[in-house]
């Protein structure tokens, strides 16, 4: 049976407990991969991510942060949720990754990925471009969670923020003055279950992203 989560039940703001799911198939090489230059690709887990080859793995797991984010929402919601790849692909074959001809990738692009998720996972969402800290905390409270745009570099938050936006974590909840979230880049396990102050979030913060809502299934 799958535990029941405060804020599902309307009774707390955190959703709990929500199993991290990182981009990278072994967790334990993120910190070489994103600081040292370690290949991706040449990861022995690959194949959990649900990709046929190593090369589709290796081609694919760095634009997978908004992926990792919908595979813990929809597991924390069913108890269960499709392998990342796959999730990947249904995003793509929808719009929301975009292949350029010289071989870059668009995306994650917001509108087609909402699509995808109300009409194959039947997941209430929608895209917010208007979000401020005080905003995120308001749909925190009617027990949604949101898929916001933030810096990579959240992972280090101590460090001023070299920018905003550019990478996709998962607020699951605040306490206490602090949000709380799951980075599918975070170098260590207290960067990928995450907490900061929400001041700081907003520097790293760039005010976008898709709030979902685990509490209805269309």
């Keep these: 049976m799958k535990p029941r989560c405060p804020a599902c039940d309307g009774t707390g703001t955190l959703h709990e407990p929500v199993v991290p799911v990182t981009q990278y198939a072994s967790p334990e090489l993120i910190?070489?991969?994103?600081?040292?230059?370690?290949?991706?690709?040449?990861?022995?887990?690959?194949?959990?991510?649900?990709?046929?080859?190593r090369a589709e793995y290796g081609a694919w797991c760095g634009h997978a942060c908004g992926m990792a984010c919908l595979r813990m929402v929809l597991a924390h919601r069913d108890g269960d949720a499709p392998p990342l790849l796959e999730l990947l692909h249904g995003t793509r074959e929808a719009g929301g990754y975009v292949e350029r001809p010289d071989g870059t990738v668009k995306g994650l692009i917001y509108a087609p990925?909402?699509?995808?998720?109300?009409?194959?996972?039947?997941?209430?969402?929608?895209?917010?471009?208007?979000l401020d800290t005080e905003a995120l905390r308001s749909e925190l409270d009617r027990g949604r969670m949101v898929i916001a745009s933030v810096h990579k570099e959240i992972r280090r938050p101590e460090r001023a923020a070299p920018g905003?936006?550019?990478?996709?974590?998962l607020v699951i909840?605040?306490?206490?003055?602090?949000?709380?979230?799951?980075?599918p880049s975070g170098h260590r396990p207290d960067t990928v279950s995450a907490t900061v102050a929400e001041a700081?979030?907003?520097t790293f913060f760039a005010g976008r992203g898709v709030v979902v809502d685990p509490t209805r299934h269309l």
């Excluded at 909840?173 to 949000?179: K, M, T, V």
Aim: proline fraction near 3%; avoid cysteine.
């Design 31 to 53: 910190e070489r991969i994103v600081y040292a230059g370690h290949d991706p690709g040449d990861d022995p887990a690959w194949a959990v991510s649900g990709a046929t080859s």
């Design 113 to 130: 990925f909402v699509e995808y998720v109300r009409d194959t996972h039947r997941l209430d969402s929608r895209v917010r471009t208007d």
């Design 164 to 169: 905003k936006g550019g990478h996709l974590v």
């Design 173 to 183: 909840g605040h306490r206490d003055g602090l949000l709380h979230f799951r980075n």
């Design 200 to 202: 700081t979030f907003a």
